[in-house]
T-cell receptor
Framework: SQQGEEDPQALSIQEGENATMNCSYK?????LQWYRQNSGRGLVHLILIRSNEREKHSGRLRVTLDTSKKSSSLLITASRAADTASYFCATGGVGQGAQKLVFGQGTRLTINP | DAGVIQSPRHEVTEMGQEVTLRCKPI?????LFWYRQTMMRGLELLIYFNNNVPIDDSGMPEDRFSAKMPNASFSTLKIQPSEPRDSAVYFCASSLGTNTGELFFGEGSRLTVL
């Protein structure tokens, strides 16, 4: 299975601190995406990084991808209470599997005011 | 613009009853996905469609589950008969259909089978 595994499962930090979440996967990928899910809501796409990219930024988000280690990290800088949510990585396979996004179990992030 | 619309948002039913979940994708999106989310198994892809045609239904748990997409603006996921282990949040998502497209999720249908 190419399912991603997030680490840690839960993270609690103070507002203003940086939050780092990691994702590992097992098979070759076309792209890796990060999503956020607020409690009781649907998932919202945050950022996509392709297999030939190593780093990508979007606002306070920074994503890295290391295909040799089959791992990715999501960094949220200067965290805010509104960042409290679960964060999931999702991998798209190669070829016809690219559309089949496989999600990890998620990291539950709590930002304490 | 309206996002992905799912109904019902909550459904409570008794074991053995038929359940139908509905989804309206974002207009112009060519791909539609059904996912199921539980605490134990996380998010599982059940089935996805491209241009209304089922492409991969390998995630459908068993014959009690069926999904249809009669046109570009509507899809259903049916469970018949329902069982308590089907209790979960069912998400519909749509995308533009490119190989690396982001998914746009609905708010989900929370199903409880008693």
């Amino acid at each position: 299975s190419q399912q991603g595994e997030e680490d840690p499962q839960a993270l609690s930090i103070q507002e203003g601190e940086n939050a780092t979440m990691n994702c590992s996967y097992k098979t070759s990928i076309n792209n890796l995406q990060w999503y956020r899910q607020n409690s009781g809501r649907g998932l919202v796409h945050l950022i996509l990084i392709r297999s030939n990219e190593r780093e990508k930024h979007s606002g306070r988000l920074r994503v890295t991808l290391d295909t040799s280690k089959k791992s990715s990290s999501l960094l949220i800088t200067a965290s805010r209470a509104a960042d409290t949510a679960s964060y999931f990585c999702a991998t798209g396979g190669v070829g016809q599997g690219a559309q089949k996004l496989v999600f990890g179990q998620g990291t539950r992030l709590t930002i304490n005011p | 613009d309206a996002g992905v619309i799912q109904s019902p948002r909550h459904e409570v039913t008794e074991m053995g009853q038929e359940v139908t979940l509905r989804c309206k994708p974002i207009s112009g999106h060519n791909s539609l996905f059904w996912y199921r989310q539980t605490m134990m198994r996380g998010l599982e892809l059940l089935i996805y469609f491209n241009n209304n045609v089922p492409i991969d239904d390998s995630g459908m748990p068993e014959d009690r589950f069926s999904a249809k997409m009669p046109n570009a603006s509507f899809s259903t996921l049916k469970i018949q008969p329902s069982e308590p282990r089907d209790s979960a949040v069912y998400f519909c998502a749509s995308s533009l259909g490119t190989n690396t497209g982001e998914l746009f999720f609905g708010e989900g249908s929370r199903l409880t089978v008693l």
